[in-house]
């Protein structure tokens, strides 16, 4: 099965593209959370949203989540590790599932927080983004997971069954179960360390001596998530339709840039599909005429 378009991201930015990509009649898939966005959600009023004077980010939300359901929308509840441009198509991997897809809208909202130091030093050698993709190079490890979200719950329950010891630092509070093997500790990360490989972490109080390192947030730096893509900082580089430097990847939202706002988002997400879609009937017309030539 090949999407039309594949919409990374569940927020104001992605489901403003699906909408409109819907009622364009394309074939989408969107990946994302049923929380819609953890910003959304958290905002106690937002006043700037046009046509709703004073709403709470949870009511804004329920109507999000109304306005997708009467479309027929689904949001694929999945996290996109990496995105693969193969030329005619794109392979999106998520965990060991690989999805392809014409098009991609990239709207995976930005990280507020700053990286760990050490973090981007050791990605690669010893701290990861998905548990469940790099599990087994972690058998019989120590292995800690910094989990920013309920999601890492599910990577480190995984991840408990493969390494031999998994230690869990929520930076949120936690409420759901763990598997009863796994250590919690309720500190605050402050550096990775290690040689060649990443081998510490420390943190406000103590310090963990660990084989590996997963860090699980809401968004993953979109630099790391698909290879050659240029970015600015935290940003995606776009032009105004909302092209990326890779043909047929669009991006929308806060990943676009400043300043960052509902409505800002989801204007750019329709932009982005509308974008996405003369570019599907450009590729179209072309097949056609080089089968009729
Ligand atoms: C407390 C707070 C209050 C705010 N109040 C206002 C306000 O009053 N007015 C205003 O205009 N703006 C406000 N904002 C800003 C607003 O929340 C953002 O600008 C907006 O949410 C950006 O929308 P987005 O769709 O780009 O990204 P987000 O809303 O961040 O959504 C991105 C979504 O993509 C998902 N995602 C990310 N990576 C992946 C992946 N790899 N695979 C699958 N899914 C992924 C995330 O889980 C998330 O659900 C506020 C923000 C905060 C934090």
Same mark, same amino acid.
């Given at each position: 099965? /090949?999407?039309?378009? @594949?919409?990374?991201?569940?927020?104001?930015?992605?489901?403003? @593209?699906?909408?409109?990509?819907?009622?364009?009649?394309?074939?989408?898939?969107?990946?994302?959370? !049923?929380?819609?966005?953890?910003?959304?959600?958290? @905002?106690?009023?937002? &006043?700037?949203?046009?046509?709703?004077?004073?709403?709470?980010?949870?009511?804004?939300?329920?109507?999000?989540?109304?306005?997708?359901?009467?479309?027929?929308?689904?949001?694929?509840? =999945? /996290?996109?590790?990496?995105?693969?441009?193969? +030329?005619?198509?794109?392979?999106?991997?998520?965990? &060991?599932?690989?999805?392809?897809?014409?098009?991609?809208?990239?709207?995976? +909202?930005?990280?507020?927080? /700053?990286?760990?130091?050490?973090?981007?030093?050791?990605?690669?050698?010893?701290? +990861? $983004? *998905?548990?469940? *993709?790099?599990?087994?190079?972690?058998?019989?490890?120590?292995?800690?997971?910094?989990?920013?979200?309920?999601?890492?719950?599910?990577?480190?329950?995984?991840?408990?069954?493969?390494?031999?010891?998994?230690?869990?630092?929520?930076?949120?509070?936690?409420?759901? =179960?763990?598997? !009863?093997?796994?250590?919690?500790?309720? &500190? /605050?990360?402050?550096?990775? =360390? +290690?040689?060649?490989?990443?081998?510490?972490?420390?943190?406000?109080?103590?310090?963990? !001596?660990?084989?590996?390192?997963?860090?699980?947030? !809401?968004?993953?730096?979109?630099?790391?998530?698909?290879?050659?893509?240029?970015?600015?900082?935290?940003?995606?580089? *776009?032009?105004?339709?909302?092209?990326?430097?890779?043909?047929?990847? $669009?991006?929308?939202?806060?990943?676009?840039?400043?300043? $960052?706002?509902?409505?800002?988002?989801?204007?750019?997400?329709?932009?982005?599909?509308?974008?996405?879609?003369?570019?599907? &009937?450009?590729?179209?017309?072309?097949?056609?005429?080089?089968?009729?030539?």
């Amino acid at each position: 099965m /090949r999407y039309d378009i @594949a919409i990374v991201g569940s927020g104001p930015a992605g489901l403003a @593209a699906a909408i409109n990509a819907k009622i364009r009649n394309k074939n989408i898939i969107v990946f994302g959370n !049923d929380n819609i966005s953890a910003k959304l959600v958290k @905002a106690p009023s937002i &006043d700037n949203y046009l046509g709703i004077n004073s709403i709470s980010g949870l009511n804004l939300k329920n109507k999000f989540k109304e306005h997708i359901d009467d479309m027929g929308i689904e949001i694929t509840e =999945k /996290r996109v590790n990496n995105i693969y441009s193969m +030329g005619e198509y794109f392979a999106i991997a998520s965990g &060991d599932d690989i999805y392809e897809a014409t098009t991609v809208v990239l709207a995976t +909202g930005v990280e507020y927080g /700053r990286m760990l130091k050490g973090e981007e030093e050791f990605l690669g050698k010893g701290v +990861g $983004y *998905c548990a469940t *993709c790099d599990a087994m190079l972690y058998k019989n490890k120590d292995v800690a997971i910094i989990g920013h979200n309920h999601e890492a719950e599910e990577e480190a329950n995984f991840l408990s069954e493969i390494a031999k010891s998994v230690t869990y630092i929520p930076t949120y509070k936690l409420e759901s =179960k763990l598997n !009863d093997s796994i250590n919690i500790i309720e &500190d /605050r990360p402050v550096e990775i =360390k +290690g040689d060649q490989l990443a081998n510490k972490l420390v943190l406000k109080n103590s310090e963990l !001596d660990i084989d590996g390192i997963f860090i699980i947030k !809401d968004s993953v730096s979109p630099k790391y998530m698909v290879p050659g893509l240029e970015v600015e900082g935290p940003h995606i580089k *776009c032009d105004k339709d909302m092209n990326t430097n890779i043909e047929g990847l $669009y991006v929308a939202g806060d990943c676009a840039g400043k300043p $960052y706002q509902y409505l800002k988002s989801a204007g750019q997400g329709q932009i982005a599909v509308s974008s996405a879609i003369s570019y599907l &009937d450009k590729k179209r017309i072309k097949e056609k005429t080089l089968l009729n030539a």
